[in-house]
């Protein structure tokens, strides 16, 4: 028997204490049961999936781990399909299952394959750290979470409880790196999702008591300046004006300082360029340029992303980086364009509405409160793609840290409690 597993079952003999006094029925604790008991067969998954390279752009790669959970989900009597992508996206495509029950909510379920780990990136094996901590390429972000749904299907499954529950689960190829454009590479996964009445993601869980209510959304801005040229020597005078670097420093400034303390609203700038015979390839991120001590520079270049927890924050902060745009040094000329990413999914009442119901389900297996996590702790996420068309929770995947860096954790411990938390979850949303 594997470390990890004996270091598991040490921890689960505890776990079932809190089952005895939980306010469940008797096909529910059977569920909680079955998974404590297969906890040995749900880490070979886990480590199987995290010892295969699935960085997005190693599609043979994402294909192997969808192949490893279609084979589990066509046992539990799924349907299996692969969906492709177009050729010139260069993407995987997606694994889609799907589960026909008798009667009611059609719950959409979230995964993804692929990781941010390509094969030349360092990431590493699965390896047990200590009795409570493994690491390994996407162990957390998210092979985790995606195991975390099919156990929770499988003890389902185990105690009878899956039969009349209805299930599209929906495991993209291409979350860490979306082909573009993005709404080529998501339509056929909001196309099912409106199908849908109740959308849940397997992202990373922060812990035993919270979920995601909401996440920030993400777009992007660029910013071009002219200037006019000339010596060094007559810079800051009427005739030469400021140059494009100053004026490139007087909006980010602005933007810091106007900006900066409104909660939930980031922009950060990742490239900036000025000088003289600016190159820029807007693909790969990069810029070259020539920069003179003696010549001002005649023009900038800046991107950045904007997060934003709204629609309405996102409208008002561009607003005010375009009126601090145009109000540029003598001079220079300055302008900002705007490109959507992904939407954010704001905490509505019909979310806050499946976080109390969560609640009901962790105070019943004994395990205490659940509340509505913190979106500024969260990027976007698939999720975001369809939360303006459904109810929606995230975050009901593993715990851990360091996800997106080699050493990314898995929280052994809080594991299994996850996975059973998922499982009454599913169960009850889908009765």
């Not at 539990?76 to 399909?81: K, M, N, P, R, V």
């Not at 922009?267 to 810029?287: E, H, W, Y």
């Amino acid at each position: 028997m594997s470390k990890t597993i004996c270091y598991l079952f040490a921890f689960l003999a505890s776990v079932v204490s809190f089952t005895a006094k939980a306010q469940l029925s008797p096909a529910e604790k059977k569920a909680i049961a079955w998974v404590t008991t297969h906890m040995d067969s749900t880490m070979r998954l886990l480590i199987e999936s995290v010892n295969i390279n699935s960085g997005t752009l190693n599609i043979a790669g994402v294909k192997k781990v969808g192949a490893i959970y279609a084979k589990e989900l066509e046992k539990l009597g799924f349907t299996i399909e692969w969906v492709a992508e177009p050729d010139s996206l260069h993407r995987a495509g997606h694994l889609v299952a799907t589960h026909k029950g008798k009667k009611g909510k059609k719950l959409f379920l979230i995964g993804h394959l692929d990781t941010v780990f390509e094969p030349d990136m360092p990431a590493g094996l699965y390896t047990v750290l200590n009795d409570s901590t493994a690491t390994g390429q996407g162990v957390n972000d998210m092979k985790g979470g995606d195991v975390v749904m099919i156990a929770a299907l499988q003890g389902l499954q185990a105690a009878g409880l899956l039969k009349d529950l209805n299930i599209v689960a929906y495991f993209t190829g291409d979350e860490e790196r979306s082909g573009f454009p993005h709404q080529v590479a998501r339509k056929d996964f909001i196309e099912r999702a409106k199908t849908c009445d109740i959308a849940l993601g397997f992202e990373s869980a922060m812990g035993l008591h919270t979920v995601a209510a909401a996440r920030r959304g993400a777009s992007g801005w660029s910013l071009d300046i002219t200037a006019r040229t000339g010596h060094s020597s007559q810079v800051f005078t009427d005739s030469a004006g400021f140059g494009a670097i100053y004026e490139a420093a007087r909006i980010l400034n602005t933007f810091r300082e106007q900006l900066s303390h409104e909660k939930y609203l980031t922009f950060n700038p990742g490239l900036i360029v000025g000088g003289s015979g600016m190159k820029l390839t807007d693909q790969d991120a990069r810029g070259e340029v020539l920069g003179k001590t003696n010549i001002i520079a005649p023009a900038a270049h800046v991107t950045g992303d904007l997060r934003f927890l709204s629609e309405a924050q996102k409208n008002a902060a561009r607003e005010k980086m375009q009126a601090i745009v145009a109000a540029s040094l003598a001079g220079a000329q300055a302008a900002i364009s705007f490109t959507d990413g992904l939407p954010s999914m704001e905490p509505t009442p019909g979310n806050l509405g499946l976080v109390a119901q969560l609640d009901k389900v962790t105070r019943d297996m004994g395990i205490g409160e659940t509340i509505a996590g913190d979106p500024g702790a969260r990027g976007a996420g698939d999720i975001s793609d369809i939360a303006q068309y459904m109810d929606c929770l995230d975050g009901l995947g593993a715990s851990g840290g360091g996800a997106h860096k080699a050493g990314e954790t898995i929280n052994l411990k809080e594991y299994p409690v996850l996975i059973q938390r998922a499982a009454i979850f599913l169960y009850r949303l889908g009765r």
